[in-house]
């Protein structure tokens, strides 16, 4: 019984997955879904730390992988780093002290744009239609998450949405006319190219990573509990045309090793 109730917060969003909604949010369901999130969060926090008291006698938990957004590095000793690289080009942050900090876009066919970050940028995906952000908060001010179209980079492509207050991005994605953010409370939220929100759902398991390409969005979580055997990862990947998930894989890794970084060939 314990396992379907854990289990019901996916299975009973899982029918409206992507259904596209005729205001730009559906309010009822965002309460509902925020929580569900928040009393996931608080029972997986909880879990871990019962977890973490174990006896002397116990054998020795192996360390619990963080989040990480793939193809960004951490600040060096200049305050710069990669929000994200791949194929299609890089993003680059430079912090400089007393004024806002310079993000530089350099695409792989020579296009270069700069951005004035006033919003504390801090997350980026980026392919050859487009780039997205999401910022980080340290405050209560709500977290921006941040659209521009690489083609025209007009003010009509562009678009941006504030998330509730008790909702952080911890990782973004980017496909092909659609953009995706994970938050913390374990939220999945998909939009259009346009600004739309085009799904909501809870996702079983704290998020590590994720990924877009084409209509394809491909979500890691950690699917068990850590322990001297090694992370238990699950690996989804959600057909964002056909509206369905399409791979429910486990993620073969070697006691003592981490996830560093996820792609499509």
């Known amino acids: 019984q314990k396992s379907n109730q854990e289990t019901r917060p996916y299975t009973k969003t899982k029918r409206r997955l992507f259904k596209k909604e005729k205001n730009s949010f559906d309010i009822d369901l965002e309460e509902e879904l925020t929580e569900i999130g928040n009393e996931s969060f608080n029972q997986s926090v909880t879990s871990e730390t019962k977890t973490q008291r174990t006896s002397k006698n116990a054998q020795p938990l192996v360390s619990i992988q963080s989040t990480f957004q793939p193809g960004a590095t951490p600040f060096d ?7 994200t690289y791949n194929l299609a080009g890089k993003i680059h942050l430079r912090e400089e002290l007393g004024h806002p900090s310079i993000v530089s876009v350099d695409l792989s ?3 270069h744009k700069v951005i004035r970050d006033h919003s504390q940028l801090a997350l980026a995906a980026l392919n050859s239609d487009a780039v997205f952000f999401a910022s980080q908060s ?3 001010s709500p977290s921006l998450l ?9 003010p009509n492509s562009d ?5 509730p207050a008790n909702e952080k991005p911890i990782v973004v994605a980017i496909g092909t006319r659609w ?10 939220r998909i939009f259009s ?3 739309l929100q085009l799904a909501l759902f809870k996702i079983f398991g704290y998020v590590i990573t994720m990924i877009g390409n084409e209509n394809f969005l491909a979500i890691v979580t950690h699917s068990g509990v850590v322990n001297v055997s090694g992370q238990y ?3 989804q990947i959600f057909d964002t045309l056909k509206r369905k998930m399409i791979v429910k894989e486990e993620i073969p890794i070697t006691i003592g090793s981490n996830l560093k970084w996820i792609g499509f060939s």
């Open 138 to 140: 340290l405050d209560e």
């Open 179 to 188: 953009a995706s953010v994970a938050t913390n409370l374990g939220l999945i």
């Open 146 to 154: 941040q659209y521009n179209a690489l083609s025209t980079w007009a």
């Open 159 to 163: 678009w941006t949405i504030y998330l």
């Open 193 to 195: 190219n346009g600004g």
């Open 109 to 111: 066919d020579g296009q």
């Open 233 to 235: 990862l699950l690996l």
């Open 77 to 83: 000793i200049l305050r710069k780093r990669y929000l």
